[in-house]
């Protein structure tokens, strides 16, 4: 893939997904990247060339069933882990919340507090459950398209709302091994701390 197709970082908005052939083109590349997040021009040259080498195989295995991003974290999350892994990058599994509700940088405790208190809705931990990976330290997101544009959320809240680094909450961590089906059997390291800054990365 030429470098020029490096700037495709930000999600979009993401309808049904397909899989796609082997013979990758650059409406192909901007097909497959549309529900991604990645910060490409931080990341070194071998986790750039393990990407753009995984994220083909993830998209065929996640969309062997044509399907929309939603629901497909998880999922994703363990495949490209499994593949970076084996390219011996540092990678580092995360679960949290991703928000359009919840006040920037808000701690777990907060938003529990937030939620009792009726500040925000309790659906906004059901339709915000959300996995993602740190590769470098970097957040790589496969399937943030799914909260942008009109199936986000499945109509709960406004979707006019961009993209952001701000909308990630981090609740728990797993820094592997990982193998084959490991998201199900991880040992997950709660309260996690740090938010994510414009640099893709979550300072401690």
Not at 62 to 67: A, D, E, I, N
Not at 131 to 138: A, N, P
Not at 189 to 196: F, L, P, R, S, T
Request: net charge negative; charged share 20%.
């Amino acid at each position: 893939m030429p470098n020029s197709y490096l700037s495709y970082s930000i999600p979009q908005a993401c309808e049904e997904l397909n899989q796609v052939d082997s013979t990758l083109n650059k409406e192909s590349w901007e097909y497959i990247l549309r529900p991604w997040a990645i910060p490409w021009q931080q990341l070194s040259i071998e986790a750039s060339r393990s990407l753009l080498e995984a994220i083909p195989v993830v998209h065929n295995q996640l969309y062997s069933v044509p399907s929309w991003p939603g629901g497909l974290c998880n999922k994703a999350c363990e495949l490209l882990g499994i593949q970076l892994a084996n390219n011996n990058l540092e990678v580092i599994a995360v679960n949290g919340l991703y928000s359009i509700e919840v006040p920037p940088r808000s701690s777990q405790e907060e938003i529990h507090r937030l939620i009792r208190g009726g500040k925000i809705s309790e659906q906004a931990l059901d339709y915000g459950n959300h996995s993602w990976l740190e590769v470098e330290g970097l957040l790589v997101d496969p399937t943030a398209g799914q909260f942008l544009g009109p199936r986000a959320w499945d109509g709960e809240f406004d979707d006019d709302n961009p993209w952001g680094l701000d909308c990630y909450f981090p609740a728990s961590s797993c820094s592997g091994p990982f193998l084959d089906e490991w998201f199900d059997q991880a040992v997950w390291q709660e309260n996690i701390k740090g938010h994510y800054v414009d640099g893709w990365n979550r300072p401690l």
